[in-house]
């Protein structure tokens, strides 16, 4: 096999975005696409020059021609595709947050450990290059031992009036952080307190203020707004600082290392996650699809994150949730 033929479950935007990083990816074949709406399906297969057009995942996963699927459904809909999906043997993308419950991340773990196939998550921040170097700046000691790390991920509004009605900045977003936080510390979080602010009546609330503490002592906290004014200049202001005993990494995203004034005002887009550049989408999130290619072209299991380091950042998001709902401290 030279090229890894890939199908999407899942084409609402974001899957079209992913449409764009596999086209990107010289090993990738985008080879089918499936969702249960027609009218839609049509729309993105013309698109993409696409022929096999799916509305049931089953029947893409029965295609002998089609080696790796990637799903972007819904995070409350990831379960069953990519547990079909393994079974299938297919190699399987699965888009951040694993799933919406800890009992469905554990089978999709249990799932991928059986399979023929490798599963990686889509942690896309494990891509960016600057996080990318802070984690290897931490595990080479140069910051001592991590006291204490704190993060902002803003949004402007926006974004969001639909997704809040499925899913939350906590989980949807503050998940990001928490991965990351993992990551750099190599240690567990042990308990969760959570606050949260609502501001236009949807499902979910605007607005998440996360702490957590680990298992060896370090602690964190995470601001996650969804609500940023209209005129926000920016799609995303990130930030992330992280205190050791010996030093301290501070990192600074999309906002404002580039900045764009026109007759529109200023702007400040983004050259970090999924940029066109010369033509192409690149940045991140290609990165993390060139990634899980060479996997599935070499047989090896992906490193950069493995399912069960996803799964601990669902349980604890799901546990701030539960803090935030509750008013109490969750411990995990």
């Known amino acids: 096999m030279t090229k890894v033929r890939i199908g999407v479950i899942g084409i609402g935007w974001f899957g079209e975005v992913h449409c764009d990083a596999i086209r990107s990816v010289p090993s990738f074949e985008l080879a089918a696409l499936c969702t249960r709406t027609e009218s839609r399906l049509q729309e993105v297969g013309r698109k993409y020059d696409v022929d096999k057009l799916f509305t049931d995942y089953n029947d ?66 494990r891509f960016n290059p600057r996080y990318a ?89 995470l601001e996650t707004v ?29 906002f404002p290392n580039l900045g764009i004034v026109s007759s529109e005002g200023f702007s400040s887009p983004d050259t970090t996650y999924w940029p066109e550049i010369h033509g192409r989408l690149g940045g991140a999130l290609r990165d993390e699809f060139a990634y899980f290619a060479r996997c599935c072209l070499s047989g090896e299991a992906p490193e950069i994150i493995t399912p069960r380091e996803s799964m601990a950042a669902v349980e604890a998001v799901l546990a701030a949730e539960e803090s935030a709902a509750t008013g109490q401290v969750v411990h995990l």
């Open 60 to 125: 893409m996963l029965a295609d002998d021609d089609i080696d790796a699927v990637s799903v972007v459904t819904m995070w409350d809909q990831h379960t069953e595709p990519t547990l079909a999906a393994l079974a299938a043997g297919k190699h399987v993308f699965l888009e951040k947050p694993m799933a919406s419950t800890v009992e469905d991340c554990r089978k999709i773990v249990e799932a991928a450990d059986k399979a023929a196939g490798h599963l990686m998550v889509g942690h896309i921040c």
């Open 226 to 254: 969804w609500c940023m004014p209209e005129k926000t200049p920016y799609a995303i202001d990130e930030r992330m600082n992280i205190v050791g005993s010996d030093g301290f990494v501070q990192i600074q995203d999309t």
């Open 133 to 221: 170097a802070a984690k290897a700046s931490i595990a080479g000691g140069s910051i001592g031992r991590i006291l204490s790390l704190s993060s902002r991920r803003n949004i402007p509004a926006a974004w969001t009036p639909e997704i809040l009605n499925k899913i939350g900045p906590i989980a949807g977003d503050a998940i990001h952080d928490t991965d990351l936080m993992l990551w750099f510390t190599g240690a567990k979080i042990v308990s969760a307190y959570a606050q949260t602010v609502d501001l236009r009546g949807k499902t979910y609330p605007d607005i998440g203020q996360t702490m957590y503490r680990f298992d060896n002592g370090a602690t964190a906290t």
